[in-house]
């Protein structure tokens, strides 16, 4: 059985069918990205796979658990994190204060601050900035602060919702090394994305996603030979 198992999942606000009979696997270390154009579906089914959204019906299991439709802090605590579209660090907070936020799990402080030390290790950049305000750091900066934050909950897979959006080249770069980096420790990431090129660098697994449905899936080295993909998502 896979890490995460997403069944015929099927969220609507009010009317609108935002994500229909979606299905999707994701095993221990693999990277998978959902690509798909605005309003397809991407972070409605981040979301509904988080608990923050209700799911309609379908069925979310994690870690051969159901967890369809569970709170967010409970699926969460299950080993399963979110790193949200924007964000959302906290600007009033130093690096090291907004790290602490995600180990609200962790009871033990020992193992907090091994916990830090450990995502210091995974990323000097953050390390240099520990004492600095989060609000002041840059994009890219604050999407690594994120990805950390994420890992202080010592997740076994984790979403993240369009990490390369607004950030220099550069900084995408760093980011996806990051996402490989955490994959290779075998944390599973299922991550939306826009920037195809960036995300088939790490990425194993393509689902395309269309008005809420899957329209394509493979793995990465068929899937970017498509017609549809070169054409719509690498500008080919
Ligand atoms: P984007 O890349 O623009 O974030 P997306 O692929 O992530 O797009 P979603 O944000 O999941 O798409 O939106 C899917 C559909 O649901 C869109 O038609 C969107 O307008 C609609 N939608 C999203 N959130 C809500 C909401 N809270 N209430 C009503 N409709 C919503």
Redesign the pocket.
């Known amino acids: 059985m896979a890490l995460l198992e997403v069944a015929e999942l099927d969220v609507n606000?009010?009317p609108?069918a935002?994500v229909r009979g979606l299905s999707l696997e994701l095993e221990e270390s693999q990277v998978a990205v959902i690509l798909?154009?605005?309003?397809?579906?991407?972070?409605?089914?981040l979301n509904a796979i988080s608990g923050a959204v209700r799911a309609r019906s379908g069925t979310v299991s994690f870690d051969g658990r159901n967890v369809t439709n569970s709170a967010p802090w409970k699926i969460s605590r299950s080993g399963l994190g979110h790193v949200p579209?924007g964000r959302r660090i906290v600007g009033p907070l130093t690096v090291e204060e907004n790290l602490l936020v995600g180990a609200y799990n962790v009871r033990s402080r020992g193992r907090r601050s091994e916990l830090i030390d450990d995502v210091f290790d995974t990323f000097p950049m953050l390390a240099e900035k520990r004492d600095e305000l989060g609000g002041l750091l840059s994009g890219g900066q604050q999407q690594m602060l994120a990805l950390g934050r994420a890992l202080m909950a010592e997740p076994r897979a984790l979403l993240m919702d369009?990490p390369s959006m607004g950030l220099a080249p550069i900084m995408v770069q760093h980011v996806m090394d990051a996402v490989q980096t955490i994959a290779a420790r075998g944390i599973a990431v299922l991550m939306?994305e826009?920037n195809a090129t960036a995300a088939f660098r790490v990425a194993t697994e393509v689902y395309l996603?269309e008005h809420?449905e899957v329209i394509l899936h493979g793995p990465v080295d068929q899937v970017q030979n498509s017609e549809l993909v070169r054409r719509s998502f690498l500008g080919i």
């Open positions: 606000y009010g609108l935002a798909g154009t605005n309003g397809a579906g991407k972070t409605t089914t579209e369009e939306v826009q996603i809420g």
